[in-house]
């Protein structure tokens, strides 16, 4: 079991930026692929960015790509999402998501794997 916990959400206007931070309660977050999802009001989860364990790849939803960055930090157990030139349909709750399971988890979660631990959610909203 591995706790996440999310912060860095908050209140921004358009075009503005916001960095998201995520940290796990276990040392064996090293192996884990992370992900960041959100859910905005009366949709479905989506996948935002994924990242390898060892930090070497990453990926990213066609409508964040170039302005949202995954990354991570395995010495402080954290994993990031730099948001910038924000929009407000970028307005959701933001989940940090870890996944355990060897192979090609981050790149499956670009494509609709569910991992298999969840932050609480942190609130990100664009105003125009």
């Known amino acids: 079991q591995v706790q996440l916990v999310e912060s860095g959400g908050g209140l921004v206007q358009a075009g503005g930026s916001l960095r998201l931070s995520c940290a796990a309660s276990r040392r064996t977050f090293n192996s884990y692929s992370m992900g960041w999802f959100r859910q905005a009001p009366g949709k479905e989860r989506e996948f935002v960015a994924a990242i390898t364990w060892s930090g070497d790849d990453t990926y990213h939803a066609d409508s964040v790509k170039g302005r949202f960055t995954i990354s991570r930090d395995n010495a402080r157990n954290t994993v990031y999402l730099q948001m910038n030139s924000l929009k407000p349909e970028d307005t959701a709750v933001y989940y940090c998501?870890?996944?355990?399971?060897?192979?090609?988890?981050?790149?499956?979660?670009?494509?609709?794997?569910?991992?298999?631990?969840w932050g609480q959610g942190t609130q990100v909203t664009v105003s125009s």
């Open positions: 998501a870890a996944d355990p399971r060897s192979g090609p988890t981050a790149q499956a979660m670009a494509v609709g794997l569910m991992p298999e631990y």
